[in-house]
């Protein structure tokens, strides 16, 4: 395997690309900007270009018959609430070594590498095929829309490349947006007596999951969770009048192995006797679906449940990306992600051979005066060219 040529990893236009792409506002739904500079690099480095009906943007490298290697970064971000809180601009801004600006880790920063990474080793491939998707909606939901991709294609191996701190991680807990639903009577609150105050049972719902049962640890990933995050009662404000219904939203982070009945049914177990003690109340525990559309008018509703996944320190895509970062003289780490990724598509869903890879620290993620260091953003490219190269030497004949 031979190493990325030096000449082809242009620093300075990374860097440029980079800043384009984080000075392009992106909130999901809106990538349109974004899409067309990641095209216009895409086409002048050499690949092959489309943009499917979702608004995904592929690129593909093709030298032939041989294994299939997936990268994938979304180009959506999370809003900016409070730009006065930003030191500095949060519309894109390069200062004391750094890439600054919404997106700038999270991910356009990695988009970026991972384009110029590729590109520096098009025609070193002797055989196989990289496919570059730069997809939509991360920020919404995670998973579904590279699925869509990776069904198409079949890859051998999948990167993701979110932030790693340039190391490879082998796997993230799942997330599951659970709404639990409680009606009841109302009535006038001088006389509670006559009505059910859904609030009431609602909060005995809290106090009774506070104690529900989990699945055991994961020896990589840790515990899952399940973390009440809002809760909102009907007519809200409540004018001496008892509430007769209240909605709550829980985040499940969800363990290799959990399905969307697994994580559902001690919550509802749960519902189903509180609700018991109240005469007249219902209640029910659900996942929540998202519904939206994409910048190109694609509808696309998708169940709010991200499944975890674990490919482990000894896979065989993990060592030989590891070898591959060795090779170019970079740290060969393991990690593992906290949050989900649209690894939840490739592994938990379609049981895809996947990892990360990703310059930035992970910690940064929708922070004010979000960065990435400019020497990690270059390193991140040599690093996605090591570990193709790697996959495809790995990956043999199809």
């Known amino acids: 395997m031979s190493e990325p040529d030096p000449m082809l990893l242009d620093d300075r236009a990374l860097t440029e690309l980079a800043l384009s792409l984080v ?194 640890p994961h020896p990589g990933l840790g515990k899952a969770i399940l973390v009440l995050t809002d809760i909102i009662s009907r007519p809200y404000p409540g004018l001496s009048v008892v509430p007769d219904r209240c909605t709550a939203t829980y985040d499940r982070r969800t363990l290799p192995g959990e399905t969307n009945a697994d994580v559902l049914a001690p919550i509802q177990a749960v519902v189903g006797r509180v609700v018991a003690d109240y005469p007249g109340a219902q209640g029910k525990a659900s996942v929540a679906v998202d519904a939206f559309k994409t910048y190109t008018g694609a509808r696309i509703e998708a169940p709010n449940f991200a499944p975890a996944w674990w490919t482990g320190d000894e896979a065989p895509i993990v060592r030989a990306a590891l070898a591959g970062l060795r090779g170019a003289g970079l740290p060969a780490e393991t990690t593992t992600w906290d949050f989900c990724t649209n690894g939840s598509g490739t592994a938990g869903e379609l049981g895809l051979p996947t990892l990360g890879f990703g310059p930035g620290h992970e910690e940064l993620a929708h922070r004010v005066d979000e960065h990435i260091d400019l020497a990690d953003l270059h390193a991140g490219a040599r690093g996605y060219a090591a570990i193709v190269q790697a996959l495809v030497a790995a990956g043999g004949d199809r």
């Open 23 to 216: 000075k392009a506002a992106s909130p999901s739904g809106q990538e349109t900007a974004v899409a067309g500079i990641t095209r216009e690099a895409l086409d002048e480095l050499g690949f092959d270009v489309h943009v499917d009906e979702l608004g995904n943007v592929i690129g593909c490298l093709d030298a032939g018959r041989g294994p299939c290697v997936l990268l994938d970064s979304h180009m959506d971000t999370v809003g900016v609430t409070d730009p006065a809180a930003w030191a500095y601009d949060p519309t894109g801004e390069v200062a004391d070594g750094r890439l600054y600006g919404r997106g700038a880790m999270d991910m356009k920063g990695p988009l970026a590498a991972s384009i110029h990474g590729l590109a520096a080793v098009r025609d070193q491939l002797s055989c196989g095929r990289i496919v570059l998707c730069a997809s939509v909606a991360e920020e919404l939901v995670e998973g579904p829309v590279t699925a869509v991709v990776a069904e198409r294609i079949n890859p051998d191996a999948v990167v993701i490349c979110e932030a790693t701190s340039g190391r490879i991680s082998v796997g993230q807990r799942g997330r599951a947006e659970i709404t639990i639903e409680v009606y009841g009577t109302p009535t006038h609150s001088s006389r509670p007596d006559l009505g059910v105050n859904a609030a009431e049972v609602m909060a005995d719902i809290v106090s009774g999951l506070r104690s529900v049962d989990l699945p055991p």
